[in-house]
């Protein structure tokens, strides 16, 4: 039972331009979603969040979307950066009565063409 | 700050044997968890603690895997007998709490392939 989906295995994008990744999810309760970025041989680093109350994150180059009527979010990179080319993660927050478990999406890798 | 350590950082072991992973948590940070990452896929919870009492195992294989964390600060991984599906990257992660967004910081992980 996949609750956190990322239908794009993978995105390449020049330079300067944007990046645009997407995530679908199925339950309703999840209080806030965060992205992680992750380079080969590390372990995932957090990059944004959102709580499920928002609609729009932003910090710096990252803006995270939120749909909750649709059940989707997207994270936003632009300028996009050759140092960007990683995994992306998606994850979701169960509430605190399912233990305020993360539960993460299988991975978007991007990769940044200079 | 210093990170989450994890050791060892490879591990290479014939089926049925047994392999145990280590995890020291950022200090301060009460919640620690394992996460089982198999190639192309997102990480999977196995088990979260909360000081050292265990908060959720649903997803632990407990025939073959078990976790502790004595005394509330590094933890244990253990697998025993190994499976070829066992191969993966164990990640440890930790955070303070586990209100908001509930940060998690992961350690580099450690990967374990099973011959």
């Known amino acids: 039972d996949q609750q956190v989906k990322q239908n794009s295995p993978s995105l390449s994008v020049q330079e300067g331009r944007i990046s645009i990744l997407n995530c679908d999810y199925t339950?309703?309760?999840?209080?806030?979603f965060l992205w992680y970025k992750k380079y080969p041989a590390e372990g995932p680093t957090f990059l944004i969040s959102?709580?499920?109350?928002?609609d729009k994150n932003e910090d710096g180059r990252f803006t995270v979307f939120l749909n909750k009527s649709a059940k989707h979010l997207s994270l936003h990179i632009v300028p996009s950066q050759p140092g960007d080319s990683a995994v992306y993660f998606c994850?979701?927050?169960?509430?605190?009565?399912?233990?305020?478990?993360?539960?993460f999406g299988g991975g978007t890798r991007v990769l940044v063409k200079p | 700050e210093a990170g989450v350590a994890q050791s060892p950082r490879y591990k290479i072991i014939e089926k049925r044997q047994s392999v145990a992973f280590w995890c020291n948590p950022i200090?301060?940070?009460?919640?620690l968890y394992w996460y089982q990452q198999i190639l192309g896929q997102g990480p999977k919870l196995l088990i979260q603690?909360?000081?050292?009492?265990?908060?959720?195992d649903s997803q632990l294989p407990k025939d073959r895997f078990s976790a502790e964390r004595l005394k509330g600060v590094d933890s244990t991984l253990k697998i025993q007998p190994a499976k070829l599906e066992d191969s993966a990257v164990y990640l440890c992660a930790s955070s303070f709490g586990v209100s908001g967004a509930n940060v998690l910081t992961f350690g580099a992980g450690s990967r374990l392939t099973v011959l």
């Open positions: 994850a979701a927050k169960g509430a605190r009565a399912a233990g305020n478990k993360l539960t």
């Open positions: 200090s301060g940070h009460a919640t």
């Open positions: 339950n309703s309760m999840f209080d806030y």
């Open positions: 959102i709580s499920s109350i928002k």
């Open positions: 603690f909360q000081n050292n009492g265990v908060v959720d």
